[in-house]
Nanobody
Framework: QVQLVESGGGLVQPGGSLRLSCVVSGNIFSINVMGWYRQAPGKQRELVADLSSVGSRNYADSVKGRFTITRDNAKNTVYLQMNSLKPEDTAVYYC?????????WGQGTQVTVSS
């Protein structure tokens, strides 16, 4: 039905930057939400940021001012620009797509922030 392919994870030093990308293909409705969740060891999966097709954004308090979510509707791609990274940002990051309440997940990409 819907496929998500994400990329961009890796190892960075504190204060560094990464940009995650996720392309969505399949049965995409005009009203939808694209975004990113993350899950650290021993923690619940949490919303990092999302962006709806009508332009509304949500950010976790912990990433406000550091992360920026954008989407390219022509390419059905969502991006997460992560700046000023901290060790506590270390997690597996999952792209997600929600189509009228039905969600789909990417495979996850590891982000490690360490010196």
């Amino acid at each position: 039905q819907v496929q998500l392919v994400e990329s961009g994870g890796g190892l960075v030093q504190p204060g560094g930057s990464l940009r995650l990308s996720c392309v969505v293909s399949g049965n995409i409705f005009s009203i939808n939400v694209m975004g990113w969740y993350r899950q650290a060891p021993g923690k619940q999966r949490e919303l990092v940021a999302d962006l709806s097709s009508v332009g509304s954004r949500n950010y976790a308090d912990s990433v406000k001012g550091r992360f920026t979510i954008t989407r390219d509707n022509a390419k059905n791609t969502v991006y997460l620009q992560m700046n000023s990274l901290k060790p506590e940002d270390t997690a597996v990051y999952y792209c997600y797509f929600r189509n009228i309440g039905v969600g789909f997940w990417g495979q996850g990409t590891q982000v490690t922030v360490s010196s």
